[in-house]
Nanobody, 117 residues
Framework: QVQLVESGGGLVQPGESLRLSCAAS????????MRWYRQAPGKLRELVAS???????NYADSVKGRFTISRDNAKNTLYLQMDSLKPEDTAAYYC???????????WGQGTQVTVSS
């Protein structure tokens, strides 16, 4: 059974940092491209950052320079370091695993990030 379990969300003030984690089980983690998405109330889910099996990364323009995606294949864990958080970063953040070239695509349940003073 595939499980992606996000953690690390919470309530922070503008300018502060959070580190999200996504623990994967039931898949060969190192074989999957990994992504973080987010969805704010009333908005579509958007891609925040991605990392390939080879370690190449990509970011949405809105988070470039503030967020860092990384993975630890030995721990089957994906991370998202979020610095200089802004109120507009408030959303539910979701972990996604995709086996490139296949239909295998898995989602976590999400973790809430709220940035407010």
């Amino acid at each position: 059974q595939v499980q992606l379990v996000e953690s690390g969300g919470g309530l922070v003030q503008p300018g502060e940092s959070l580190r999200l984690s996504c623990a994967a089980s039931g898949i060969t983690f190192s074989s999957y491209d990994m992504r973080w998405y987010r969805q704010a109330p009333g908005k579509l889910r958007e891609l925040v950052a991605s990392i390939t099996i080879g370690g190449s990364t990509n970011y949405a323009d809105s988070v470039k320079g503030r967020f860092t995606i990384s993975r630890d294949n030995a721990k089957n864990t994906l991370y998202l370091q979020m610095d200089s958080l802004k109120p507009e970063d408030t959303a539910a953040y979701y972990c996604n695993a995709w086996l490139s070239g296949s239909f295998l695509n898995y989602w976590g349940q999400g973790t809430q990030v709220t940035v407010s003073s």
